[in-house]
């Protein structure tokens, strides 16, 4: 199925009160999906195409009625106590933003569906200043700045978007938000009290707790050593709010980590992006159960 007839049959969401049914509908869009992905395996096999569009075919042949899926799937849901009100400011200001530049919209899509494949452009060259480039200008681009082959102009110019997207999004009020981390993460940042640090890529985190540990597990295979951050970002820090460009594009989908750090969940992450090339300022270390807790605040 091209991407824009599974976006239309999103787009038509609605509430289905039968879960079983709901649940038939999701599973034959992610099979459909799967199918989406083998074509780059099939080598152009005319037959097995066919075969594959009939199969999808059969999705509107099988539900007369356009297919729903519950809004709680996925939903937006602002943190609850002092740090709702800025987080949803965060929100609304991210909104603005991507609605005065459908560009903008497209490179966050982006960033959310290859937010690795971005961290892994950035650390190939972390202090290039980024700009749009057009495919004709690529050349000269990537002879401006002693670019390899490895450079990914679609990246390039995500980055480039995001850098404008948070340029103008910044918090009104403090915040404290977590991120999981790896091992090799943890190990390589200051432990001291009052070090400072930068970061050249845009960190993810969370202001619900176990979202970031539910990432910390994710990332490390021993689970008796856990790691994660403690971010408390000040007024002025700047930061985009990614969630509800996230719903947008998988509305019928679960996170990798959801609410409450279920790993393929439903709910809401409460996600914020930390920009990249922030500083930051060790507190101290405190354990969590099971956890170890790097405390930092944005400088």
């Known amino acids: ?47 097995k195409i066919t075969d594959i569009n ?13 297919l729903f899926i519950r809004k709680a799937q996925l939903e937006f849901k602002p943190p609850s106590g002092p740090y709702r009100n800025p987080y949803e400011n965060v929100v609304k200001t991210t909104e603005k933003i991507l609605s005065s530049n459908k560009e903008y919209e497209k490179s966050m899509i982006t960033y959310v569906e290859d937010s690795h494949y971005i961290t892994r452009e950035l650390l190939r060259d972390p202090d290039m200043v980024r700009e749009v480039v057009s495919p004709s200008e690529k050349s000269s681009y990537i002879t401006k700045h002693k670019l390899d082959d490895n450079f990914s102009l679609t990246y390039n110019n995500v980055i480039a978007n995001m850098d404008k997207i948070m340029k103008s999004s910044v918090l009104s009020d403090k915040i404290i938000t977590y991120s999981g981390l790896s091992k090799d993460l943890w190990d390589k940042l200051p432990k001291d009290a009052n070090s400072e640090f930068s970061v050249p890529t845009f960190i993810s985190s969370s202001a619900d707790k176990d979202v970031a540990k539910g990432f910390a597990s994710f990332r490390n295979p021993n689970k008796d050593e856990l790691y994660f951050l403690e ?20 509305l019928g989908g679960s996170w990798t980590i959801g609410e409450g750090g279920v790993p ?10 930390m920009n990249r090339g922030q500083s930051y300022k060790v507190v101290g270390i405190e354990q969590d159960g099971n956890f170890k807790k790097l405390i930092v605040e944005t400088v």
């Open 1 to 47: 199925m091209r991407r824009f007839k599974i976006r239309y049959i999103q787009r038509k969401i609605q509430s289905i009160n039968d879960i079983n049914k709901v649940n038939k509908i999701l599973n034959n869009i992610d099979n459909y999906r799967q199918k989406l992905f083998a074509r780059k395996a099939i080598n152009k096999d005319p037959k």
């Open 264 to 273: 393929g969940g439903k709910g809401s992450q409460q996600e914020l992006i």
């Open 54 to 66: 009939n199969s999808i075919s059969s999705l509107y042949d099988n539900y007369e009625y356009p």
């Open 231 to 250: 971010i408390r970002s000040k007024p002025g820090t700047h930061v985009i709010a990614t969630e509800q460009v996230a719903i947008r594009q998988h």
